[in-house]
């Protein structure tokens, strides 16, 4: 690709002149917004400051746009619109959390609205992004509705604490994720249910033609949290399911099934199936023989059950079990 071109994001570290000599390329800062933005922002939220305090909020801020809006807000709404005073209790906190702009995050989200609250927790509960109806369907199990749940959406956007994709969907900031995760429900049945919900969700969009790998990944983890080996069996039978990174996470679910004598035998063949290639994926001979070993056992039990598909999976173990143990 003649006309590519790579732009490497990473933290400042010592080697990096190291790395860019060996590179030949050239390092570029990101330094955030210069004392002037910064002024101009404080002063648009009516919390005007003088020199001194901007590049002490810069210092606080890293000068990143995030930061400097969020505080420029929480300058307004909490500290009577002085920008020094807030910064004297940003400085005054640092003991209690690793940075200044944690705490900033952390006033911002004490000082939403619990629509807006729950809005985020929902957003930080899918992971992936989501559309605005897939959004609203997911808030109804968390008591919120459709008018609420746009209103929360509005007011993340006003704190900058949300993000658009290209393709119209809707996200958290990374920054805010694990802040948001703090006011997802904590009820046990509650969050059942947004699982199961969240799961249907991402299924009908993935039947529907939007099978983006981060939404596969997500159905699949959230089909073995709440056990709906169901659908979790199927997708597991298929050879693009261990193409997939996030395959051999789910060796203590498909394990689970294969243990299950009360289970289908059917269930438990897809899974000792399943389990039998991660071991051949993995190179592990002895684990592959073992499971090859149970998937026969219950084949002799079951034989009369199985069709076409499920001989010629067996048929397959054996031969690698074959080739592993040699003439």
Known sequence: MPTARLVLLGQPRPDQTTLTAHLGITAESLNGWNADRVAQVLADAGAPADAATVVRLITLTGGLPLYVRNAA??????????TARMCQALTDRQHTAPTAQDLILEETFEGLAPHAQTTASLLALAEIPLAEDELSRLSQDAGLGPKDCARGLRTLGGFGILQRTGDG??????ATRALATDYIPHHADTQHQLDLTLSAILHDSLTSGSASPGRLARWARLLARTEQTDQLLPFASHDYFFDQPFAVDFKPTLQMVADDHAARPIDRFDALNALATLALDADDAAAHK????????LA???HEDWEIRETVVLAGHQMHQHAYDGP
């Open 73 to 82: 807000l929480l300058a307004q709404n909490h500290y009577a619109h002085d």
């Open 169 to 174: 969907l809707t996200t958290l900031h990374d």
């Open 290 to 297: 073992q499971l090859t070993g149970e998937l026969t056992a």
């Open 300 to 302: 002799d039990i079951h």
